[in-house]
Nanobody, 129 residues
Framework: EVQLQASGGGLVQAGGSLRLSCAASGFTFDDYAIGWFRQAPGKEREGVSAISSSDGRTYYADSVKGRFTIFSDNAKNTVYLQMDSLKPEDTAVYYC??????????????????????WGKGTQVTVSS
């Protein structure tokens, strides 16, 4: 059974940090890119960041560049999203997803809701001002 288990969300003040984890199982981790998306109430889903598990290529949305860092622990089949300098506008439910395509293609597929291989359940991130 394929599982993508997202965790690490919570409530934090603006300027604070959180680290999200996406633990994968049920598929060959090294063959996939893993990405993070977020969706705030009343807004469309937004691609945040993605990483290739095979070669470490990364992608970041402009809105999080310089503040978020994505990295992978292939031994644990887990991808992490380190979120620093958080802003109230980062408040959203964060989802992880996996796809055989690369990081950029994964972001595109998620943005147009087309053909993503796997989605996980979300974790809530709330940033207070």
């Amino acid at each position: 059974e394929v599982q993508l288990q997202a965790s690490g969300g919570g409530l934090v003040q603006a300027g604070g940090s959180l680290r999200l984890s996406c633990a994968a199982s049920g598929f060959t981790f090294d063959d996939y890119a893993i990405g993070w998306f977020r969706q705030a109430p009343g807004k469309e889903r937004e691609g945040v960041s993605a990483i290739s598990s095979s070669d470490g290529r990364t992608y970041y949305a402009d809105s999080v560049k310089g503040r978020f860092t994505i990295f992978s622990d292939n031994a644990k089949n887990t991808v992490y999203l380190q979120m620093d300098s958080l802003k109230p506008e980062d408040t959203a439910v964060y989802y992880c997803a996996a796809d055989r395509s690369g990081p950029v293609a994964l972001m595109l597929r998620g943005s147009i809701d087309s053909g993503m291989d796997y989605w996980g359940k979300g974790t809530q991130v709330t940033v207070s001002s």
